[in-house]
């Protein structure tokens, strides 16, 4: 359990790879870290092999790696903690940061801390099975059913026959099957009629233009018969797709509502801007993980989050210091790049 009457050195929203890379880099330097942790993220509920974030074979299956992970911040003394972190209120270093406890009943908590850290990621928006979207979460990442990042798992889809089903715009649909293709025996795009936004006739003219097969409807049901080999999406009019595989064209919303009520800047795709050390426009705030503007894979997590355990480290070390003087001071010390030489 949290405590409640100390201040902790950070506190970080978020247990993903990202939030737990920042815990352990700072846990490890003797730094009071809380993580609270919605259990949310898609690792805990990936159950594909990953295969492109280096030292876990055998261990490839995402929720497998980051219970290693959990496992290994708590060896070093960082706090994990089931909770929802519903607010934000004061200063650096004299946050007070309110959670609502995940079971009913409970009496929330109020926990102090110094700095803070929002590795909240995004929340992804999956295709309607008959115009419910939580009908889809069975085969979410599941036992290779459907796949949702084509720069980790297209590799995965070779000599395999695949429709990508849409969730979004015609414009990620086209996306996603363009990154299939080298892979893939076969690519076809099953626009949900339903989306999170209107297929209209542009969209109909970018898919008839990219030369792929496509099909638009409703989805009224999912039939997997053996995972990853024989699977069907079956339509409202009777159409049946079969398939080896799904791989889902989601639409991607960053978690931002707590940063922003503090705030903390987002672009206009609502993902929080931070500086390349993962600092916000807010002293004593940083971001790290899906929530930035980045490639989602774990790989890229975990480095955003360690960073930013890094900088906050040292930011603890000396929270009045220039900024430019947080970089490395190797960094520091390069020369200047010399003016163009005049012709």
Not at 109 to 132: E, Q, S
Not at 158 to 169: E, M, R
Not at 321 to 327: K, M
Request: charged letters at 25%; glycine letters at 8%.
């Amino acid at each position: 359990m949290p405590d409640d009457t100390k201040s902790y050195d950070t506190l970080i929203v978020g247990g993903g790879p990202a939030g737990i890379s920042a815990a352990l880099h700072l846990a490890f330097h003797q730094r009071k870290v809380i993580v609270f942790d919605r259990a949310t993220s898609p690792m805990n509920f990936y159950t594909n092999p990953v295969h492109n974030y280096p030292g876990v074979k055998p261990l490839t299956v995402g929720v497998s790696i980051l219970r290693k992970m959990k496992a290994e911040v708590r060896e070093v003394g960082a706090t994990i903690a089931t909770g929802d972190v519903i607010g934000v209120e004061g200063d650096c270093p004299e946050f007070e940061v309110h959670v609502k406890p995940a079971t009913d009943g409970k009496m929330g908590t109020t926990i102090k801390t110094k700095t803070l850290v929002f590795a909240t990621g995004v929340a992804r928006k999956h295709p309607r099975v008959n115009g419910d979207w939580r009908r889809w979460l069975p085969f979410a990442g599941k036992h290779r059913i459907s796949y949702y990042c084509p720069d980790c798992e297209a590799p995965l889809t070779i000599g395999k026959d695949i429709v990508v089903v849409n969730a979004g715009t015609a414009h990620s649909a086209v996306h996603v099957a363009r990154q299939i293709q080298p892979f893939a025996k076969r690519v076809r795009i099953f626009m949900t009629e339903d989306a999170y936004f209107p297929f209209t006739i542009e969209h109909r003219k970018m898919l008839e233009e990219s030369k792929f097969e496509w099909s638009s409807g409703l989805i009224e049901r999912v039939v997997v018969d053996k995972p990853g080999e024989k699977q069907q999406l079956v339509t409202t009019s009777g159409e049946v797709f079969e398939c080896n595989h799904f791989f889902v064209a989601f639409v991607a919303v960053p978690r931002n509502e707590l940063a922003v009520k503090i705030g903390v800047e987002v672009d206009k795709r609502g993902n929080i801007i931070t500086d390349h050390r993962g600092k916000t426009n807010v002293e004593g705030v940083w971001a790290a993980g899906d929530v930035r503007p980045i490639t989602q894979s774990i790989a890229m997590a975990v480095g955003t989050g360690n960073y930013a355990g890094i900088m906050i480290n040292q930011f603890l070390f000396q929270p009045n210091a220039p900024e430019s003087e947080r970089d490395h001071p190797n960094i520091r010390t390069l020369p200047k790049s010399p003016s163009p030489r005049a012709p």
